[in-house]
Every structure is written in structure tokens, then in C-alpha cells.
């Protein structure tokens, strides 16, 4: 059965960096384009950061030049290195792969940056 498994969240001071991984199974990997989704509290999930099949990258405004998806095709992980965090950040992190009838995701992730 198909499995995204988040892991790495936790609760970092403002400036800190974490590093998120999603594993996944079940899948061939290698073939989907991934996702970084992010909810807060109130708000509708977003769409953080994605990362195609060939390696292209593309973030939101309010994360680029911060935080950095990778994937690593031989271990079928995609990752988020965060850094720089802010206050803002705090969500439930998500992964997912990015097709139209093959929409699979993790069970999420807390992150929590706060003094």
C-alpha cells in the first residue's frame, strides 16, 4: 500500500533551521513530482514547495531563499531543509505527490517556531 511518512518537525526558536523528510512506499517514486504543503491553525493548506521528477524547484514568496526541497530518488525521500524560520512558519507540514489521479498524503508533520 502507498505510505508517505513525515518526519523531523518540532519546536525550534525563531531563526532556527530543521530538516523535514518524507518517505515514502508503495510508489514509484522517481516518476512524481513532490510537495511541501503547510496548514496553520484557521488557515486553508498551502503549497510550500515542490520539486518535479527532473529536479526542478519552485516556493512560495514567502519562503524562497529560506527554505530548500531536495529529493533523493534512490532512497524515494523528499526532504525540506528549513531555515532561517520565523514565528510565521508554525503549520502541520505535509508531503505529497503532485499528479491529478494519484494524489497521495502524509499524515503531516507539527512545526512549531517560537522563544
Known amino acids: 500500500q502507498v505510505q508517505l511518512v513525515e518526519s523531523g518537525g518540532g519546536l525550534v526558536q525563531p531563526g532556527g533551521s530543521l530538516r523535514l523528510s518524507c518517505a515514502t512506499s508503495g510508489i514509484m517514486f522517481s516518476i512524481f513530482d513532490m510537495g511541501w504543503y503547510r496548514q496553520a491553525p484557521g488557515n486553508q493548506r498551502e503549497m510550500v514547495a515542490a520539486i518535479s521528477k527532473s529536479g526542478n524547484t519552485g516556493y512560495v514568496d514567502s519562503v524562497k531563499g529560506r527554505f530548500t526541497i531536495t529529493r533523493d530518488n534512490a532512497k524515494n525521500t523528499v526532504y525540506l531543509q528549513m531555515d532561517s524560520l520565523k514565528p510565521e512558519d508554525t503549520a502541520v507540514y505535509y508531503c505529497?505527490?503532485?499528479?491529478?489521479?494519484?494524489?497521495?498524503w502524509g499524515q503531516g508533520t507539527q512545526v512549531t517556531v517560537s522563544s
Open positions: 505529497r505527490t503532485i499528479d491529478p489521479t494519484n494524489a497521495y
